[in-house]
């Protein structure tokens, strides 16, 4: 657990909380969250706020800090990140008094949604494999409970059906391991992929391996295209290309928008902006 103290200044005193899950079963955070903190503490240092970070181990913990925050006081609105079908978390929130922003939430009425628009950055990903003339594209999703999951999934059948293309998925979970794991059951596969699209920036560095183990050449032989523009990822051999979007302004959006939901301001959707993809090394025309 981080705590960052709140300057004297703007808002002097307001705290957000935020509790993450580890993304494997190592225990490891996900890099995006390492920027899109950034973005928050940036913004909510400029008006004197801070931000609580709490890791739990699954959602019935969250539950359990979200219900002492709010009975001891410690933080005066949470943001909800991973959602899932039939989420409790906001009810919850609700329940408690607590202002919840749902970071890639469904937009509706009376909810405090910052919108990051998956569905268009998966056609974009799969627009640009498909520009590149890649016919067998695969992709390496992120666990199929999440709602920002679903989202890219649906995106991706379609993207992949109107490129006239065929996809084909495999679940992981965000680490290293799953990352190995799932490419080598797409790489065995009777027809494997030429391009290989995944769902954060850890698991294309252990599919990278994993072809290279098998032989491959990357992007002569396997085009990887990694999501969120990470440092691991620029200085991976080759360097790998990204569907980049701006998680630290992400993280500054969603600052204002918890802010704004703390000062009793109306509940409503910010859109964040697009994305598009950042050609490297580890992508190219299909060789076969």
Do not use: K
């Amino acid at each position: 657990m981080t705590v960052n103290p709140a300057p004297q200044g703007g808002a002097p005193g307001v705290r957000v909380g935020l509790a993450l899950l580890p993304a494997d079963d190592d225990g490891a955070l996900e890099p995006f969250y390492a920027d899109l903190l950034a973005g928050m503490e940036e913004e909510l240092d400029a008006h004197g706020a801070s931000v609580f970070v709490h890791v739990v181990p699954d959602l019935d913990a969250e539950l359990v800090a979200y219900r002492r925050w709010a009975r001891e006081r410690l933080v005066d609105a949470v943001v909800i990140s991973d959602l899932v079908a039939d989420d409790p978390r906001e009810q919850a929130c609700r329940d408690l008094g607590l202002p919840a922003v749902l970071l890639g939430g469904e937009p509706c009425p009376g909810r405090w949604v910052v919108d990051y628009d998956n569905d268009e950055a998966m056609r974009t990903a799969v627009a640009f494999l498909a520009d590149l003339g890649h016919r067998r594209i695969g992709w390496v999703s992120g666990p199929r409970r999440y709602r920002h999951t679903r989202v890219r999934e649906a995106a991706f059948r379609e993207a992949v059906a109107a490129a006239g293309a065929t996809g084909v998925q495999r679940e992981g979970d965000y680490g290293e391991a799953s990352g190995a794991a799932r490419t080598a059951e797409l790489l065995a596969l009777p027809a494997p992929p030429t391009a290989i699209v995944y769902d954060n920036d850890l698991m294309p560095l252990a599919g990278l391996r994993e072809a290279t183990r098998r032989g491959l050449r990357v992007p002569e032989d396997l085009s990887v295209l990694a999501w969120d523009d990470s440092a691991n990822v620029r200085i991976s051999t080759p360097p790998l290309s990204v569907v980049s979007r701006d998680v630290h302004e992400l993280g500054a959006l969603t600052a204002e928008v918890l802010l704004r939901a703390v000062a009793g301001g109306p509940p409503g959707t910010t859109r964040t902006p697009g994305v598009r993809v950042v050609p490297r090394g580890s992508t190219a025309p299909p060789a076969r």
